[in-house]
């Protein structure tokens, strides 16, 4: 990348080099104006506190009865951890759902302890089998597309509604938030998280494999959840302010939470993914995406962005080597094979099968039918409950 | 150091981390390599990955994986599991690989374990004596390979052992296994009154009031596994392990 001929954003950090970007006559691109057309709604302060008053009142009604309430995923990282601690402070009952695919952290696991025992929430995790997960991450690999995180994403969502499912609760409480996840990711960055068609695909097609126990969701999965069950994610943190550095101190000060150094990175996969494979393999560099988000909501100087984005995405190289080594060994792999597939062009996930256009259906029936008719039916469903 | 050691007990069901019941019911609780990495950075000062099939099923050591696990662990690694012979012995050692730990081999034949601590010595030999209590709760010697109980006498095969160079004893109590419900602190006041190597007990620990108790009932070292990886009413898979401090404070 020649920096010199690279242009920022005036505003955040985003920059020419970045797919789709267009800047206007002032200098500010379309991912930060993005955030402020989206956040305006949401951030309008009383708003947020009637929304918040419903919502937590929808909750506590749903959960009567009820050994919990809702369900909060939990992850280890700062978001779902204040939003657990505001979950208990709204007068909540959640079950805190965690899913281990093999790649924890002792940070994270440290932190979940912490919090859960503090808090008094019960905890359930889903251990996915490492030797089936492994091989579904081989099969990604030999694939060549970009979201190997869609296996874990999508794996998380079904075993959040399973568990939701299997106490009638309707509410899946998340730490995902406007705050600090506001601008969106560029779509290429990323794939849809409910293709359940595309890691089947190509599980088949580079392993060989048929998922056994690894729980995937895809489009009807999720009608199913939605429209039948009417179980849906919240992003609760949206419901009042949320200040990162605020709540990192609380969390720190209260709760004996151990922070990390950038966002994700409670997993090594993901801080290798992020911190390596993503910028080494297809130049996309997250980073980018969020400090911009806190620049744009206020929770971090451009200068200060601009400056980080300088250093390498690990806190030091030797960080990094140890990640890679401990990689390698996870993946039984050798330092030849990375290179190798780090040097291979990226595969689009829609070379091969997939069922987003379903997925896209579905997600956009929701706003096709009219509100009287939905709440007509979900008052119906209440009463036969 | 601790004066008591505090050792997490994995157990290996083919390549994946279980948690029994009672020897029974093996829960997948994931990844070793993981889980050792996890361990590392809590600074354990020990541990015990015992392999609950192999014996069961005639095989020896899976030697690649427990490669991967020695090279992985920073603290002292201690191996059960089908090891039969001398050979086996010797390739465990090699990979890195510091204290084994026979039971099928020694209930079979004691002359070995007096081969290995002749050539590796006894503090490298550890044999474990698996007891059971019926539903009259009588103990009695357990064979974990074929889940049956033996007529021979515990406590004779556990002085036997001793005497043919056993360096320390694992008393592990199978009706206690996974229950987080308290050790059995009388069957382990037995067996330090009746030897003098180091006794390891396992069996029951649910928290660091059970670990003081078989410590106080003469323990040298307490090992546990669900105490380690479960938490809360859901036994939600949760890798903890308590502070340094902590022990220090307990066992003071």
Known sequence: MNISKTVFCKRCVCDSTMPEIRFDERGICNYCEQYFTRSGKIFNIAHQEKSYKELVAKIKRNGKGRPYDCIFGVSGGVDSSWGLVKAVEAGLRPLAVHMDNGWNSELAQNNIANLVRSLGVDLYTHVIDWEEYRGLMQAFFDAHVIDIELLYDNAMLAVNFKQANKYGLRYILAGYNQATEGIPLPNSWTWNKLDRKNIEAIAKQFGNMKIKTFPAVGAWDWAYYNYIEFIAFIPFLDYFQFNKSEALQLLQKEYNYKPYPYKHYESIFTRFYQGYILPEKFGVDKRKIHLSTLVASGQMSREQALEDLQKIPYPSMQDLEEDKRYFLKKMNWTEVQLKEYLSKPEIPHDHYPSEIKRVNKILNLRENIPPVISQTIVKLVNKFR | ?252
């Open chain 2, 1 to 252: 150091m601790l004066k008591n050691r505090i050792i997490p007990c994995l157990l290996l069901k083919n390549e994946g981390l279980v948690k029994t019941l009672q020897f029974k019911n093996p829960k997948y609780v994931g990844d070793p390599i993981n889980a050792i990495r996890i361990f590392n950075d809590k600074e354990v000062d020990e541990l015990m990955v015992l392999d609950i099939t192999a014996s069961k099923e005639g095989k020896s050591p899976n030697f690649s994986l427990i490669e991967q696990f020695a090279s992985e662990c920073f603290m002292p690694l201690g191996y059960g599991g089908g090891i039969r012979n001398m050979a086996d012995a010797q390739t465990l050692f090699t990979l890195g690989v510091e204290k084994i730990c026979l039971q099928t081999a020694a209930l079979n034949d004691l002359n070995l374990i007096r081969k290995m601590a002749d050539k590796w010595g006894s503090q490298s030999i550890l044999v474990s004596v698996d007891v059971n209590r019926n539903w009259l709760g009588k103990p009695a010697l357990y064979s974990s390979s074929n889940g049956k109980s033996l007529s021979m006498p515990w406590l004779q095969f556990m002085k036997n052992a001793v005497e043919a160079g056993a360096g320390e004893i694992i008393l592990n109590a199978v009706h206690r296994d996974g229950t987080m419900k308290g050790m059995d602190t009388e069957l382990i006041k037995l067996a330090a009154d009746s030897m003098d190597v180091p006794l390891v007990a396992v069996g029951g620990a649910g928290s660091l009031a059970d670990m003081k108790a078989a410590v106080a009932a003469g323990a040298s070292a307490v090992s546990a596994g669900a105490f380690f990886v479960f938490h809360g009413p859901h036994r939600a898979v949760l890798i903890t392990y308590p502070k340094y401090q902590q022990l220090e404070a307990l066992f003071s």
